[in-house]
């Protein structure tokens, strides 16, 4: 997830005043996006704003983006150690193995918390950026490409889990004939490529360098290619993904609920422990997802409709407060879906308690039952 942004003159004041992640000028509490209304302008967008001769608000602004910015690296070393105990605990209880989608989600949240952390890390030394050196640095981590292209990928990549699941509830028998390791793997491969595929494409064409500060997401053809990409990334990476949520799983709670009327009117009869076992654990993997794919429609939301506005509107303003307030609860989706995985997902919760010192925690072996 990508959020930056970015300088060109102020047709109100004829100067630029930019908040960008190496040079940061805020001098009130009213942010302004302002776009170039041009065609085939290839000026930067700014958060302009108007001063009143005060060094005071200033100061408070360039306070707030370093706190900002400290609350970032915070969320970004967090998120990368929790992610981290999750791959462990999947890793020692085996279940990497079987589910490896859920394993690869981890993995990418990973991968973005770290290179999110690193970033914020470098803005918040104020590098002046010169030569190749700098341009590169800029693209790569100034930009948040590096974690920006991992948090696409994670997106993709829960949407693989999603439509898994609901063919392995709703189509058992189809999955079962049809579903192979192969395409687990050609989705885990999928999600890596087209993640960074987009995060690359968007930022590469509109990124560079300008004495010596970074500007990213900022240098796009025409007004018309901004609002072009502000409505497809919108409709791709949000809209469609929580239809495809409520879709997959309004189908797999009814299956559920027709497998679980199933169950008791053979109960009277005695019942198939194994396979009593087998639902349960399938139950608990599903709960598990549903949350995660809760959490994300909850922490997003913001943030994806406020890029939607900046992306199609002309002038779009928000409090300085506001704007921070976005991104950060945009950042934490990627620090509490371990939380989720180590309450709900049974193994990963057993091995964890295991780490847990002087606690008595009575092992219970891990299931291995074979979901497919």
Sequence with gaps: MSINQYQQSSPHTGTGIAYTGVTCELTSVMTTFDFPSGPMSTNAIEITHETNGSNVETLRSRGSIFYFQCAVVVIGFVGTALNGLI???????????????????????????????????????????????????????????????????????????????????????????????????????????????????????TTDVQDGVCYALAFWKSQAARMAYGIWYFMSFYVIILLIFTFCYGRIFIAIRHQARVMAAHSAAGSNTTQTQSKRIKTNVIKTMVLVSVLYAITLTPVNIYLFLVYIHAILSIREAGFFTLLVIGYVYMCINPFIYATNFDPVKHVLLRLIPCKNVISQPVEHIDMT
């Design 87 to 205: 791959l462990y605990a999947l890793l020692a209880s085996k279940q990497h193995k079987k589910h490896v989608l859920i394993f690869n989600q981890n993995l990418l949240d990973f991968v973005s918390c770290f290179f999110l952390a690193i970033s914020y890390l470098v803005k918040l030394c104020s590098i002046n950026l010169k030569g190749k050196h700098g341009y590169w640095l800029c693209l790569t981590i100034l930009s948040e490409g590096c974690s920006w292209g991992p948090f696409m990928s994670s997106m993709i990549n829960l949407l693989a889990i999603t439509i898994e699941r609901y063919l392995k509830v709703v189509h058992p028998m189809w999955a079962k004939q049809k579903l192979r390791k192969w395409m687990i793997y050609s989705a885990m491969t999928f999600a890596w490529i087209g993640g960074t595929a987009v995060a690359a494409a968007a930022t590469i064409p």
